[in-house]
């Protein structure tokens, strides 16, 4: 078995070629590895075809392109800001899009997979916003029913009312409130899970959980405002890239 990628929240955006550069040179760095999953926000907003149509030309896209040339499988499964992702970057560039959540199988490891978003289960205030923003109605409205402009302008102005609410809740909101609940993943391990890998938090962690006399694992990927942040799987052991401090 090849090397297993698992990556999220790099929150690519135009005009912003920083992290799309970090970004892109990670897809030409690992050719030909088994597979890469990406756990979502990878784009800061996903707005639709129209929205691919104009991104197409950039770098990022021709380097999905030639990774999946190369053999690498491709995933990609939505987070908060990106789950209107679908079917035409698969058509587009051979990344197949997953539900929000899936589960990966590597050597005897059953892994559950997501953006991690809906582990914040104290964040009551978020979790309804969630389950509002994902109606299907809603969303197939926006993605097919409305104009790229007016869908461009809405995707920034929510971008920007988040940015402003993470910042009041950071000052407001304990971090326990905001953060993953681990009660709630410890039900996850309860059902038969060995790994639990999502994003959303922004901070390279991992927790190490024992129940009963078994030892589950808790991965939770780090953003890339400062260049590539990853977890990858070879010869039978996940690694942090860049390694976690101490």
């Not at 409205?141 to 809740?169: D, E, G, H, Q």
């Not at 993953?180 to 391990?189: D, G, K, L, Q, S």
């Amino acid at each position: 078995m090849g090397k297993t990628y698992f990556v999220s929240d790099v929150h690519m955006r135009p005009h912003f070629a920083r992290r799309a550069s970090y970004f892109t040179a990670f897809l030409h760095s690992i050719q030909g590895a088994d597979a890469l999953y990406m756990l979502g926000d990878i784009f800061d907003y996903w707005v639709g075809v129209g929205q691919l149509r104009k991104a197409l030309a950039d770098p990022v896209f021709g380097a999905f392109r030639s990774l999946r040339h190369s053999g690498t499988r491709l995933y990609f499964l939505g987070g908060n800001r990106d789950f209107l992702v679908g079917s035409e970057i698969t058509r587009a560039c051979g990344v197949e899009v997953l539900p929000e959540t899936a589960i990966v199988r590597l050597d005897d490891l059953k892994i559950h997979i997501s953006h991690g978003d809906q582990f914040c289960t104290k964040d009551t205030d978020y979790l309804i916003f969630r389950t509002f923003i994902r109606n299907p109605v809603l969303t197939t409205t926006f993605k097919y029913l409305t104009p790229l402009f007016f869908r461009m302008w809405l995707a920034k102005l929510l971008r920007r009312s988040s940015k402003a609410i993470v910042k009041t809740k950071t000052k407001t909101k304990p971090r326990k409130i905001r953060d993953i609940n681990p009660v709630t993943v410890a039900r996850y391990f309860i059902r038969g899970f060995d790994v639990l890998i999502c994003g959303h938090i922004h901070q390279p962690r991992h927790v190490k959980m024992r129940i009963g006399s078994k030892a589950h694992h808790l991965y939770m990927l780090g953003h890339w405002d400062e260049g590539a942040s990853y977890l990858v799987y070879d010869n039978g052991e996940f690694r942090f890239v860049p390694e976690l401090k101490k």
